[in-house]
């Protein structure tokens, strides 16, 4: 129901996009966005978007580098990474949620994942 493409490998400071594209409107009273997990790691909240109101949330560690935009027409959400760190190496997750929830930032209320794009920094 969720796909996610757009990982790769990229240099410390370079820039990817992370496409997630929903089979139908689903999400369209909930929200979408990306959770990562680092090796070893718990899974992170890295980005969200309520759908109807269009307000995105992002997580402290990739505020003001990351940017998560929406079309509606395409049932699709899109991060843009800039400015890549090393630490910012993990698996990312698409997630989608039928209705809005505050707790946008726990993995345990999206009971829909796409499956994992790897994107690696090497410093």
């Known amino acids: 129901q969720l796909q996610a493409s757009g990982g790769g490998f990229v240099q410390d400071g370079g820039s990817l996009r992370l496409s997630c594209a929903a089979s139908?409107?689903?999400?369209?009273?909930?929200?979408m966005g990306w959770f990562r997990q680092a090796p070893g790691k718990e899974r992170e909240f890295v980005a969200a978007v309520r759908w109807d109101a269009g307000r995105t949330y992002y997580s402290d560690s990739v505020k003001g580098r990351f940017t998560l935009s929406r079309d509606n027409a395409k049932n699709t959400v899109y991060l843009q990474m800039n400015s890549l760190k090393p630490e910012d190496t993990a698996v990312y997750y698409c997630v989608g949620r039928v209705i809005w929830n505050v707790q946008y930032s726990n993995p345990k209320h999206y009971n829909n994942w796409g499956q994992g794009t790897q994107v690696t920094v090497s410093s």
């Open positions: 139908d409107r689903t999400f369209s009273r909930g929200a």
